[in-house]
């Protein structure tokens, strides 16, 4: 497995915009996955999407994927104070179950 | 229960002293991880369990650390005579077997280990 690097490290935004974060990685990937943290409900699993997928939707949640330029992008439409959280990408590939998380994009959405 | 559950939900210990986490993993799930993820810091994975196969500790940072895991059930880390920078959140994760890589993961809450 490899790791995936968050970007930005950090974002504030208000309640009703759109919070945009991108994921880059280095080798082939099977799939990409993204994953939300925050202090009350630990790590949640959000949406995958595969190698051969370009774009994919899960309510308010955009999920974009270019393997050409490995890299991958989620983004939050019309965000909420409940959407602050750590954000991370996995990208998995090349065998392997576990996954490996950078240091993730920390959301702040306030009111 | 319905999700992954961990205990306990914090622990504070001495140095020198040995700890014991559980994770009891979502019914049916043939798989499950441990994940060490240090203050600020991201995922560090430790130990992954699937079925009766020989579990993979490559990520085990030293011999203080073990793992067991009974069937399909619940699974304990022992970490012994611990030192300050095993100070984290120690996160446990089940999954249905592995599906080419595109199974979810589901975590508990983690256990937050602070060692004095």
């Known amino acids: 497995s490899q790791q995936g690097e968050e970007d930005p490290q950090a974002l504030s935004i208000q309640e009703g915009e759109n919070a945009t974060m991108n994921c880059s990685y280095k080798t082939s990937i099977n799939n990409l996955q993204w994953y939300r943290q925050n202090s009350g409900r630990g790590l949640v699993h959000l949406i995958l999407?595969?190698?051969?997928?370009r774009e994919k939707h899960s309510g308010r949640l955009r999920v974009t994927l270019d393997t050409s330029k490995k890299s991958s992008s989620l983004l939050i439409t019309a965000s909420r104070a409940a959407d602050t959280a750590s954000y991370f990408c996995a990208p998995r590939g090349g065998g392997g179950n576990k996954l490996t998380f950078g240091t993730g994009t920390q959301l702040k959405v306030e009111l | 229960g319905a999700g992954v559950s961990q205990s306990p939900s914090n622990k504070v210990t001495e140095k020198g002293k040995d700890v014991e986490l559980r994770c009891d993993p979502i019914?049916?799930?043939?798989?499950l991880y441990w994940y060490r993820q240090r203050l600020g810091q991201g995922l560090e994975f430790l130990i992954y369990?699937?079925?009766?196969?020989?579990?993979?500790k490559s990520g085990l940072p030293s011999d203080r650390f073990s793992a067991e895991r009974t069937g399909e059930s619940v699974s304990t880390l022992t970490i012994q005579r611990t030192q300050q920078e095993d100070s984290a959140v120690y996160l446990c994760?089940?999954?249905?077997?592995?599906?080419?890589?595109?199974?979810?993961?589901?975590f508990g809450p983690g256990t937050r280990l602070l060692v004095l």
């Open positions: 369990f699937q079925g009766n196969s020989a579990p993979d």
């Open positions: 994760a089940s999954s249905l077997a592995s599906r080419g890589q595109q199974e979810t993961q589901y």
């Open positions: 019914s049916g799930h043939t798989a």
């Open positions: 999407i595969r190698s051969n997928e």
